[in-house]
């Protein structure tokens, strides 16, 4: 059970970044290569790093070629309907906000399996919420957006600290993920709204 | 057999990325200090990602220092020749193709080797082929020109996956290395003589 | 006694770099939460390098929590004594100066006590000092200044390469590393006063 929803989890996390990735290679005007390149270091850059730091290796999408398929696919369906031109980039802020959330508490609960201290888990959670962007705003030529939008990094502490913490306290897996990952979604958005 | 063949083609990969390394320093018109950074972080980052990726720990340049001597030994030489003015970046994108071309199927059957899925295996010659450059110009200051040009990543897919599935069709190795690095080589050469 | 000697080491240059990836905020004039992330990154971003390439994992700070503390309160305190104006880029370079001297020695004693070869140990000395720094750097949107000022990388080459050296001669390794350490020190502090 808990493996499924992890992957799950974890799966739609890997799609929802690599939409953006692809998004930012449309914005930049890249072809189908450049989209698909983009798209999965983004989907699955800053589950890479925090499984390199944790020793989780070889890196989770080395075991299940899945992760790479899906990037891939996704890449190439954005790059057939990007032409839509309006709100590309609306778009690219609130799927990153969805990735972020997902990536807050799949990484601090990959963390804590591998047998981390909760302060290293939450700050796992923040590096798998974060590097993925990095990494694509780097490689797109951009400075770090993570970096100019400071909501950003706090609602990926935000969402990592609270599922953490009800962790510790006993609550129920499925109940934590879901109160972290919505009160990281939350308060994104929230910042989005009212910027 | 098997391990002098890689040996020299990695290190054939190696010492000519470390040398279009050290000619991007040397177009920034660093010291000597800056020709050797430059040309080994360019030399062995692609392979030093994929060994980190895969769990190929200590990576591949920690085991054997004669890799980081051939790159200190390469941007010297580089150093003191550089000031020949014409056509460097010219020669720069010449020498990448060989050392994207040779890593593409390198990085690949290194992955086969760990036993990883050929998708993976795929995934992990681009990997090996575009991101010493990629750090080259992140380094350097530069937009990585791995996205600039589509062409690029699209020779070293090309190479990878001709080479995996070579093998997976039972074709003898050396001729399926030759075979995938070949393709790689002329299509990225016809993109810079095209473009 | 020498692990307890490393780690006060290795804790004091990641606490200095932390500083200097908090003033590095300061500059871009970034919240609470960008100095921290900004100095956690410097603070442990050389070392998370080399132990994820030397294959020391899970890396040095995810099995000792006090390392991210400390970049936290660090980055902390920066915050709210940041605003304190004069010659903030002036202390950043000093700070600096001492965190690269300590992490060229620290990191080439790590890599010696992994086992690799002398020349390994001394790129691994270097690869600690300088990558915290490139992250920063790059992270804050800027060009990563280890390429632009040439006496930096030469100095943790320097630090590292006399350390190695003592030791492969037998010297006790407290003096091997004070020297190497005042060696690295001296020459950037001489390179920043004279240029």
């Known amino acids: 059970m808990i493996d ?33 390149l983009l798209g999965t270091v983004t989907g699955i850059g800053g589950g890479s790093v925090r499984d390199a730091l944790l020793g989780n290796v070889p890196v989770f999408w080395v075991a299940d070629p899945r992760y790479l398929l899906t990037c891939c696919i996704v890449s190439s369906v954005t790059f057939f ?3 839509i031109p309006q709100s ?14 997902l990536f807050a508490v799949i990484g ?4 804590l399996l591998a047998g981390a201290d909760p302060v290293v888990a939450i700050a796992m959670g923040v590096v798998t919420a974060t590097f993925g962007g990095i990494i694509r705003d780097v490689l797109a030529g951009e400075s770090p957006a993570v970096l100019r939008q400071e909501i950003y990094v ?3 502490l935000l969402g990592a600290s609270l599922f953490v913490t009800l962790q510790s306290f006993g609550v129920e897996r499925s109940i934590a ?18 910027h």
Not at 6 to 31: E, H, N, P, Y
């Open 177 to 194: 993920l879901f109160v972290g990952f919505a009160a990281a979604l939350a308060l994104r958005l929230g910042a989005l709204q009212w």
């Open 4 to 36: 499924i929803l992890t992957f799950w989890l974890d799966w739609f996390g890997v799609a929802v970044f690599a939409i953006t990735g692809a998004l930012a290679a449309s914005r930049k005007q890249m072809d189908l290569v450049g989209f698909i």
């Open 88 to 101: 590309r980039y609306a778009l690219l802020l609130r799927l990153d906000a969805v990735g972020l959330a």
């Open 81 to 83: 309907l990007a032409h």
């Open 108 to 111: 601090a609960e990959t963390a």
């Open 154 to 156: 706090t609602a990926a």
